[in-house]
Nanobody, 125 residues
Framework: VQLQASGGGLVQAGGSLRLSCAAS????????MGWFRQAPGKEREFVAA????????DYAVSVKGRFTISRDNAKNTLYLQMNSLKPEDTAVYYC???????????????????WGQGTLVTVSS
């Protein structure tokens, strides 16, 4: 099972990026998925999560209104649209998936058994 995140890069403040996370090895259409991030020298933090159907989402206060999480279960892919990026959004972004079926959306990292390798987002001021 693999979660392959992509779409990171260097962008100026105020710009946009779209991250993708392609899952392989199994389908995650019945699993909650999400994004976490870790900035240099800082603790890992929750960014966003989405239910298996996509009908329920949750966001960190720091990204609410700027980021949008979505998924395409037919493609087994998770997305994170990031707008109005700020230098403090600079971090490695990890996509995650819960192994349990139809679990609640959560910001607790230990609830996610599958973690991707991360993609670096750098926002310049």
């Amino acid at each position: 099972v693999q979660l392959q995140a992509s779409g990171g890069g260097l962008v100026q403040a105020g710009g946009s990026l779209r991250l993708s996370c392609a899952a392989s090895g199994r389908t995650f259409s019945r699993n909650t998925m999400g994004w976490f991030r870790q900035a240099p020298g800082k603790e890992r933090e929750f960014v966003a999560a989405i239910s298996s159907s996509g009908g329920i989402t949750d966001y960190a206060v720091s990204v609410k209104g700027r980021f949008t999480i979505s998924r395409d279960n037919a493609k087994n892919t998770l997305y994170l649209q990031m707008n109005s990026l700020k230098p403090e959004d600079t971090a490695v972004y990890y996509c995650v998936a819960d192994s349990a079926f139809f679990s609640e959306v959560t910001d607790v990292p230990s609830r996610y058994e599958y973690w991707g390798q991360g993609t670096l987002v750098t926002v310049s001021s």
